[in-house]
């Protein structure tokens, strides 16, 4: 049987952890880095191993009987993970090329899977300070440095003046054909989960992503996106799950506010 946990004193606990990894982040920021390639040819820097370390050994302070999945870590095989009922799913730098460009557009992401869902997220902005959290037991909520916490909502899409957000690669044809169907009001280009917890703050309506992405990268800011009210589904308008293959690699999805509008009919 699962343990029962106190969501909101995970949420706490995990909140002060993502601002310590951001603090090291901080200290690499803006400065030459060693970058190395992982055996999937995406980028590391020492920030990233850095940061992973301090987040781990903080969740394996808080849970040790919960395994942690973290980008920068080798992942068990699909034949030890489907037996879990619940882990910590993490990505200490989400944004690793903005973050090697000097850009401010990197988060610390956090997030607790239990049976394939995400209950638990939080996503820290290290330049900002700023930090979106959420649980299966609490509202949508960001803390800004300095001013109270408030709660989020999504807001609900006007299809004539739709705001839309996208990756800096996100480029392709396929993209490119749903915006000139869409006709999106504005296009504003992000790196990281900031583009989702934008559209929990109601700032914005949509994000499609047509490209690869992984579990790590969406988990945390969902949590924050659908306690907010909004959605993100795979481009079939299921919510995205977890755990549920060998693969790591999240489908194609969209993100978008609090309105249930079929974003599928704008892909060719």
């Not at 394939?116 to 820290?124: E, R």
């Not at 869409?182 to 309506?205: F, H, R, T, W, Y």
């Amino acid at each position: 049987m699962t343990e029962t946990l106190n969501y909101e004193r995970l949420l706490e606990q995990c909140s002060e952890i993502s601002r310590a990894a951001g603090e090291v982040l901080l200290t690499y920021h803006q400065t030459e880095h060693v970058i190395s390639k992982k055996s999937d040819h995406t980028m590391v820097t020492e920030a990233d191993k850095a940061a992973d370390q301090l987040i781990i050994d903080g969740l394996q302070s808080l849970q040790p009987q919960l395994p942690v999945i973290s980008e920068e870590s080798p992942a068990p095989a699909y034949a030890v993970r489907r037996q879990w009922d619940r882990y910590w799913l993490v990505d200490p730098l989400d944004g690793t090329h903005e973050f090697i460009k000097g850009s401010e557009e990197f988060t610390v992401n956090i997030a607790l899977i239990e049976h394939g869902k995400v209950v638990l997220g939080v996503v820290h902005a290290p330049t900002t300070g700023n930090l979106w959290r959420a649980s299966a037991k609490t509202e949508a909520m960001l803390l800004q440095p300095e001013l109270p916490a408030k709660t989020i909502s999504a807001r609900k899409i006007e299809k004539d003046d739709v705001i839309l957000i996208s990756g800096h690669s996100e480029k392709g044809e396929r993209f490119q054909n749903m915006l000139n169907k869409i006709k999106p009001g504005v296009n504003i280009p992000m790196g990281s989960s900031l583009k989702i917890c934008l559209i929990a703050e109601g700032k914005a309506d949509l994000y499609p992503r047509l490209g690869k992405t992984s579990e790590w990268d969406t988990a945390a800011a969902q949590c924050v996106l659908e306690r907010a009210g909004g959605y993100l589904t795979d481009t079939q308008m299921r919510p995205l799950q977890y755990n549920t293959k060998d693969s790591l690699i999240n489908p194609e999805f969209f993100a978008f506010g609090a309105s249930q509008h079929d974003w599928s009919t704008y892909l060719d």
